[in-house]
């Protein structure tokens, strides 16, 4: 007897000391809210490019009679780059040329033969058929004639056609064709690469381009140059068959930024919203009852401890593990953000934060 006393008595401060556990309040993590700007305009992933690449080609076909550039050479806008000889040139003009003189000598028998019929049809010697039918046929070859001297002109505009001139400053990046070879109108004859004015492409698909529009601003961004923004303008929205269901934008800038190369990857922001200000909480410290979404408040009573309050709060939109608030809080209310589906309305909670 005198022994379970003894062991009793040695277990008692264990049972108040796990009493004492029980009873102390839980420790949970607080966090003070306040407004925040918040960006919901959307980043599209692009390029930078000066001037842009163009693939210049003749408009003629025909054999490089002179070439005035080679591979990486500059050439400053307007400069003559190559000449066709003009064989091709000479030889659609004399097609031309003939057809139209053809035609010249049917005209001038047509215009004959309507004469004569016509002094026969006013002294009443042929029928009024016949007549028309002279003066159908001569109609027909004054059309005729004028479209085979549309034909000519035609032909001896494309005199142009023979020479290709550098549309901007800019290299050659590659010139397929040698001097005395021959080539297709439309064949590529060099590709050219303008070092004009600083431009930015994205493509971006057709459920987000209805929100964009010519003269938005935009900002561009870049991962070589870290937390530096260089601001523009949309300057134009074209279809493109790169990807189907996407449309090509372009990005100007008013001053020039020699940092930004040719090539070089971007982020483009386009400016289709403001920015506004919103409370942002953790996810995870919403609980969800009955198709409502509640977060508990905190006050705190002195340095070590504070009240939990269960309040209603209507949410927005989730950016990454934070989701926005609407309503229900204030700013500078704090909040529990851990444990809180241990915690009750009320309850006196330690915290830290």
Do not use: H
Request: with cysteine.
């Amino acid at each position: 007897m005198k022994k379970n006393i003894i062991i009793l008595f040695l277990i008692s401060p264990l049972l108040a000391a796990c009493d004492f556990e029980i009873n102390e309040p839980k420790v949970v993590k607080i966090e003070q809210v306040e407004f925040k700007s918040i960006d919901n305009n959307k980043i599209y992933p692009g390029y930078i490019e000066r001037g842009g690449t163009v693939n210049l080609s003749f408009r003629t076909s025909g054999i490089v009679e002179k070439l005035y550039i080679n591979d990486g050479e500059y050439a400053q806008k307007g400069k003559l780059l190559a000449v066709l000889d003009d064989e091709e040139y000479k030889l659609q003009i004399k097609k031309a040329k003939t057809s139209l003189d053809d035609q010249v000598v049917k005209y001038e028998r047509a215009k004959s033969y309507f004469e004569r019929i016509s002094k026969l049809y006013d002294a009443g010697g042929i029928s009024y058929n016949e007549w028309e039918a002279a003066q159908t046929n001569l109609k027909s070859s004054i059309n005729q004639m004028s479209i085979l001297k549309d034909a000519l002109r035609i032909e001896q505009d494309k005199e142009k056609y023979r020479k290709i001139y550098a549309p901007y400053n800019g290299f050659a990046i590659d010139v397929t064709t040698s001097k005395g070879e021959f080539i297709s109108a439309g064949e590529i004859f060099v590709i050219f690469q303008g070092i004009g004015k600083l431009e930015a492409k994205a493509f971006i698909s057709e459920k987000r381009i209805i929100s964009i529009k010519k003269g938005q601003d935009a900002i561009l961004t870049s991962e070589v140059f870290e937390g530096k923004k260089f601001k523009g303008k949309v300057a134009s929205i074209i279809k493109t068959s790169l990807n189907k269901g996407s449309y090509e934008v372009t990005i100007t800038f008013d001053k020039d930024f020699p940092e930004l190369l040719t090539g070089m990857s971007a982020n483009i922001q386009i400016i289709t919203m403001p920015t506004k200000k919103e409370i942002l909480i953790p996810v995870d410290s919403v609980c969800i009852e009955g198709g409502k979404k509640y977060i508990y408040t905190f006050k705190k009573i002195n340095d070590f401890e504070g009240e939990a309050t269960k309040k209603e709060i209507i949410t927005g939109d989730i950016f990454e593990d934070k989701i926005a608030v609407l309503s229900g809080l204030t700013n500078f209310d704090y909040i529990v953000v851990e444990k809180n589906s241990k915690v009750a309305d009320g309850e006196k909670l330690k915290y830290y934060e």
